[in-house]
DNA sequence: GTCTATATCGGGATAGAC
DNA sequence: GTCTATCCCGATATAGAC
């Protein structure tokens, strides 16, 4: 790995930990033992960097995601398998919490691979639900970009509660809940049913 | 409204826009027009400062939420109401994106009021929940718990979802998809049913 | 209670040597 | 390409006058 690699690894891991306000150019050098002319002479500053850094992150996601929704098995098994991956939970997203990022967000630039990521994702996901329609699986009426927007909206939601909690016990709820709610077997317990 | 009170609506409102990294006493002094001497009188810092902030968001927020899951009507019409209030999606959520600042927390004192936030409003929505199995609305068949969880989630990640698109239309159809997985309606298209 | 002055530190970047 | 020196500014707080 070289500078300007092990500069954008640092980048990624303190973006994930403190976000783009809390990152500094100094804890970036001090992680990736890089010095300052050398950061400076890959990019044109922190702005810079870390676009490098979120464009991998959210490549990175993406190439995670699209592995466990395209392999083999029945809609509600991948969706289930995306859900229940194994995952650091109070780390969060690292793609997600920079949502909270005020000064992402106000860069078009640094937001264009948020949006890219979730958009593809909620997309990616509709189609699996749609899938799952067609071959029956699936309750027909509902909505694939709706329940899709729901699924991933539970996933980041989950972080969240889970960070407030400083425990991973309530983004496993809200999976576990949203999965009992996609189950076919979700209907009123009537009798004869 | 007092000095002190002036510091914390100010801090509050930068709080929910840059979070707490992103804000500084500088900021706030601005903001709420009050001066250095004034506000080291009223709080040892930023930190006292941005608890009393958290401490009355967390209160608001429980106090807007209990109001529409008390109100009359349906399990099913109040967690409606609750979701489709009326917001500003791209804003966000006051206490859920301190979630993601690190300094938050890595203080107990500060994440206190997230965590007991959080806390109540899953097992508010889980009492909703199982009052509208036991009238039959909801399938008996859901963990109320988990499905409080999902539901909270779901809002939190809309939020996320709808930063990142710079629009509050994922977070819409994040509500929607979850609503209709709510719905008892949700069963196999079976012939007959 | 509020003001202004002052202090220290780190953020973020530039300059020019090697 | 990388290093060190330097710069300016803002973050956060303290001190003491009023």
Redesign the pocket.
């Known amino acids: 790995m070289d500078?300007a690699d092990r500069l954008i690894e640092s980048t990624r891991e303190l973006l994930w930990e403190r976000g783009y306000v809390g990152?500094?150019?100094?804890?970036i050098l001090q992680r990736s033992g890089?010095?300052?002319?050398?950061m400076?002479?890959?990019f044109s500053?922190?702005?810079d960097l870390a676009l490098a850094a979120v464009r991998r992150s959210a490549e990175q996601m993406r190439t995670t995601a699209d592995a466990l929704l395209s392999a083999p098995g029945t809609a509600l098994e991948r969706i289930t398998a995306y859900l229940r991956r194994d995952r650091d939970v109070l780390r969060g997203c690292p793609i997600g919490r920079l949502t909270m990022d005020p000064d992402i967000i106000a860069s078009p630039e640094l937001r264009a691979p948020l949006e890219e990521l979730f958009s593809w994702l909620r997309q990616r996901l509709a189609d699996v639900i749609a899938e799952g329609q067609s071959h029956g699986e699936l309750g027909g009426h509902l909505d694939p970009l709706a329940t899709a927007a729901a699924i991933a909206a539970t996933l980041q939601g989950g972080y969240v509660l889970a960070r407030a909690a400083d425990s991973p016990e309530p983004f496993e709820h809200a999976v576990t809940g949203v999965l009992a709610l996609l189950t076919p077997a979700n209907r009123p317990a009537t009798e004869g049913d």
């Open positions: 500078t990152t500094s150019p100094k804890a890089a010095g300052q002319g050398s400076y002479h890959h500053g922190k702005a």
